[in-house]
T-cell receptor, first 114, second 110 residues
Framework: GEQVEQLPSSLIVQEGASVLINCSYT??????FPWYKQEPGKRLQFIID?????ERKQNQRLTLLFDKKTKHLSLHITATQPGDSAIYFC?????????????FGIGTRVLVRP | GGIITQTPKFLIGQEGQKLTLKCQQN?????MYWYRQDSGKGLRLIYY???????QKGDLSEGYDASREKKSSFSLTVTSAQKNEMAVFLC?????????FGPGTRLTVL
């Protein structure tokens, strides 16, 4: 089945710096890639997604890049703030319709120091 | 807006015990999920249900049962708790492509 790998497992940055999280997947049939964020003590929440027919998507300070050939994604967070401290999860799905099964990576723990 | 609630918030069990976790959503979403979150392992899908009375196994279904008797609720049963097991169980429902998560039930087995 699908496997999703995320690197690094954790990182620490100074407020204002940028963060890059890498994600790779194994199943070339995967077509949909949502990312979720889990702040300390809070629920997982959706932050950004991309479909396999796109190469780039931006949502404010988040930029998601997708390379179908290498089966690789990267999430770039600019101008980080302490509120960006969280665990970030990459995931992959074989479908982008309702009822999709997501395979998650192990998460990247980001700490932003003020 | 809507919300997903999970009960209990903390669950302490004994080895071999059968334990049930409950999830309720008032979004009127069709599809619901149960995940297990372990430190260093991310989220792994246990069961999901695309409608009332439907059950689909995930990658981690062995050792678990699930029940979806109403659209709004999805229960998960640990059939025999394993000694020293510690994990967080997350329930989610989906609208369109976005999954909405509950706050989790933290399980500790003594």
């Amino acid at each position: 089945g699908e496997q999703v790998e995320q690197l690094p497992s954790s990182l620490i940055v100074q407020e204002g710096a940028s963060v890059l999280i890498n994600c790779s997947y194994t199943d070339s049939a995967s077509v949909y890639f949502p990312w979720y964020k889990q702040e300390p003590g809070k629920r997982l929440q959706f932050i950004i997604d991309i479909r396999s027919n796109m190469e780039r998507k931006q949502n404010q300070r988040l930029t998601l890049l997708f390379d179908k050939k290498t089966k690789h994604l990267s999430l770039h967070i600019t101008a980080t703030q302490p509120g960006d401290s969280a665990i970030y999860f990459c995931s992959a799905s074989l479908t982008n319709s309702a009822g999709n099964k997501l395979t998650f990576g192990i998460g990247t723990r980001v700490l932003v120091r003020p | 807006g809507g919300i997903i609630t999970q009960t209990p918030k903390f669950l302490i069990g004994q080895e071999g015990q059968k334990l049930t976790l409950k999830c309720q959503q008032n979004f009127n979403h069709d599809t619901m999920y149960w995940y297990r979150q372990d430190s260093g392992k991310g989220l792994r899908l246990i069961y999901y249900s695309i409608t009332e009375n439907d059950l689909q196994k995930g990658d981690l279904s062995e050792g678990y049962d699930a029940s979806r008797e109403k659209k709004s609720s999805f229960s998960l049963t640990v059939t025999s708790a394993q000694k020293n097991e510690m994990a967080v169980f997350l329930c989610a429902s989906i609208r369109g492509r976005e999954q909405y998560f509950g706050p989790g039930t933290r399980l500790t087995v003594l």
